[in-house]
Nanobody, 125 residues
C-alpha cells in the first residue's frame, strides 16, 4: 500500500519558517517527480513546488519563489519543503504529491498518482 505522510506543519508568525516533510512508503519515490500543492480556505488547490526525479531540477509557483525550497533525500524516500519568510497568504492545507512516471512538466493535478493526506500550515500576522 502506497502512502505519503506529511509532517512538520503548524502555526507560525509572519516572517517565520517551517519545514514540511513527506515520507513515502510502499514504493520508491526516487524515480518519480514529487511535488507540493496547497489549498487555502475557499480556494482551489494550487501547485507550489515540484522536483524532478534524477536531475533534481525544481520549479516554483511565482508567489513562493525565493522563499520556499523543495528538496529530496532519495535514500530516505522523503521530500521536503523548506518555507521561509512565511506570509499570512501562505496559510493553507499542504499536500505532498507523487507524479505518474514521465510527468513533471507542469502543476497539472491530473499527473499526480498519489496524494498525501495533507497538513495544515497557519501563518498569523
Amino acid at each position: 500500500q502506497v502512502q505519503l505522510v506529511e509532517s512538520g506543519g503548524g502555526s507560525v508568525q509572519a516572517g517565520g519558517s517551517l519545514r514540511l516533510s513527506c515520507a513515502a512508503s510502499g514504493y520508491t519515490s526516487s524515480s518519480n517527480c514529487m511535488g507540493w500543492f496547497r489549498q487555502a480556505p475557499e480556494k482551489e488547490r494550487e501547485g507550489v513546488a515540484r522536483i524532478y526525479p534524477y536531475t533534481a531540477i525544481t520549479y516554483y509557483t511565482d508567489s513562493v519563489k525565493g522563499r520556499f525550497t523543495i528538496s529530496r533525500d532519495n535514500a530516505k524516500n522523503t521530500v521536503y519543503l523548506q518555507m521561509n519568510n512565511l506570509k499570512p497568504e501562505d496559510t493553507a492545507m499542504y499536500y505532498c504529491a507523487a507524479y505518474s512516471p514521465g510527468t513533471c512538466g507542469t502543476f497539472n493535478q491530473g499527473d499526480v498518482v498519489y496524494w498525501g493526506q495533507g497538513i495544515q500550515v497557519i501563518v498569523s500576522s
